[in-house]
């Protein structure tokens, strides 16, 4: 069975550090380009980051440049999200996804929830005082 599982969210204070994991069983994430998307309570699942499959490339959003940080351990089949100097507003639930069927190529194109095929179930990220 082909899965994507995240972990590494919980409660943090403004200010604080997470890393989040998202392991995938069932298939090698390999070359695929692994995206983290969020979605808060009420608002659109907006792309976060992504990492193509040779981690030469990554591309983050304007709100989380220079906070957060991915990468991936391909002999681990698992995807990274360091998060670090968490404000309120990246409350959310986190999602990684993958299968697209086009390489990422670096551009915002990523943000397109269904180019992917694959989805976790989700970690909560809670950030308050």
């Known amino acids: 069975q082909l899965q994507l599982v995240e972990s590494g969210g919980g409660l943090v204070q403004p200010g604080g550090s997470l890393r989040l994991s998202c392991a995938a069983s069932g298939f090698t994430l390999g070359s695929n380009a692994i995206v983290w998307f969020r979605q808060a309570p009420g608002k659109e699942r907006e792309g976060v980051s992504c990492?193509?499959?040779?981690?030469?490339?990554?591309k983050f959003a304007d709100s989380v440049v220079g906070r957060f940080s991915i990468s991936r351990d391909n002999a681990k089949n698992t995807v990274y999200l360091q998060m670090n100097n968490l404000k309120p507003e990246d409350a959310a639930v986190y999602y990684c996804?993958?299968?697209?069927?086009?390489?990422?190529?670096?551009?915002?194109?990523?943000?397109?929830?269904?180019?992917?095929?694959?989805w976790g179930q989700g970690t909560q990220v809670t950030v308050s005082s």
């Open positions: 990492i193509s499959g040779n981690s030469k490339t990554k």
């Open positions: 996804a993958a299968g697209a069927m086009d390489p990422f190529d670096g551009s915002n194109s990523y943000k397109i929830k269904t180019k992917y095929t694959y």
